[in-house]
């Protein structure tokens, strides 16, 4: 479920050392499946533990995890660098955003996925964002945009040249097309 490099398991085995004996990690999502999710990494005293948390054995320590998050931890890794000017924790969590979904999946979930993990996280910045409303029978998938997206000069180049040709390389043989349905409205969200 989640990877930890070996620098940042002696990382935290030098942390832990300067706490209550039997504490270990605690890895977790907040907002877990929505754009806003966030993760973290704070200290778990013995008596935190809860009764549906999982027990993930690392060298020295465990990495505790509670099972709301544990789905949106899938493929999560975790490393410690040190540099010249500093060092640095980094966690990531490619599926904090939206629940990874399984290979076999009916494609619309699978499309969804990858707008939610991939592309929104990309509109974010710009205070966009995609959804999809359906596939059709030619293998069309058919988007809706909101947010600062709707109403956006951009729109096109960012259809056609960001999320259908990602959406393309993704799901080759399956998909064949994208198009929008949103009735894009200039207004004080649009994003110029």
Not at 152 to 177: A, R
Request: charged share 20%; hydrophobic share 35%; aromatic share 6%.
């Amino acid at each position: 479920m989640i990877t930890i490099s070996e620098s940042a398991q002696a990382h935290f085995c030098d942390l832990l050392s300067k706490q209550e004996e039997g504490t270990n990690i605690r890895v977790f999502v907040v907002n877990p499946g929505r754009p806003n999710a966030e993760c973290g990494v704070s200290y778990c005293p013995p008596d935190a533990v809860e009764d549906n948390d999982q027990l993930l054995p690392f060298n020295g320590f465990s990495a505790v995890v509670d099972a709301e998050s544990a789905p949106f931890l899938q493929d999560a890794e975790i490393d410690y660098v040190q540099q010249e000017l500093g060092s640095q924790l980094t966690l990531k969590a490619p599926n904090a955003k939206a629940q990874k979904v399984a290979d076999d999946a009916p494609l619309i979930e699978r499309v969804d996925y990858v707008i939610q993990s991939q592309i929104n996280p990309q509109l974010a910045g710009h205070g966009g964002n995609v959804m999809i409303s359906e596939i059709t029978d030619d293998g069309v998938a058919i988007l809706q945009f909101g947010g600062g997206c709707n109403g956006c000069s951009m729109v096109d180049v960012t259809l056609k040249d960001g999320i259908e040709k990602q959406l393309l390389e993704s799901f080759p043989g399956e998909l064949n097309g994208v198009r929008d349905i949103t009735e894009h409205m200039r207004g004080e969200h649009s994003y110029y």
